[in-house]
């Protein structure tokens, strides 16, 4: 019987690569998160703190708004001959300069469906783009959302 063995290197490398790649996937969708944001203005007043049931909520939302950019951002790569501009949903300028009137409709049909599961998770939009807007400063929060978002997608029928 052959014997599989693994050395310390490759599985450093591959700790390496899993860690890029989670790393990578929160920095996706905390953009995806604030090209969703609908005209909030950041408070100068201290954020409210951020409960874990919350946390949970906007991670799932999160990861099924991602799935949905990732769908949209492919059918406007092929209309678009693979050319993407940045698209933010409340800023109707980004939307309005794509090139063809489908590439325009597959955009306001993310965003509408953006919105849609952000107020389906059980949180506001308000509450949700503050949790975005919190997670730019917030490094405990960062943490906690990494950690929600790996837990969610380790348990595949929790979402």
Known sequence: MKRITHTSKEINIARMLYKSFLIGTLATLGFTASSIVSSVKADAQ???????????????????????RVQAFDKIKKISDGKVPA???????????????EARNIAKNYCQRSQKIVR????????????????????????????????????????
């Open 46 to 68: 201290t954020p409210k703190t951020v409960n874990d049931s919350e946390i949970v909520k906007y991670s799932k939302a999160l990861l099924m708004i991602e799935q949905n």
């Open 87 to 101: 698209i933010v949903c409340n800023r109707p300028k980004t939307i309005a300069g794509l090139s063809s009137r």
């Open 120 to 159: 389906g998770s059980g949180l506001s939009v308000k509450r949700f783009n503050g949790i975005t807007l919190q997670l730019r400063t917030d490094d405990s929060l960062q943490k906690q959302i990494h950690n929600a978002l790996i837990r969610i997608q380790n348990r595949p029928n929790s979402r």
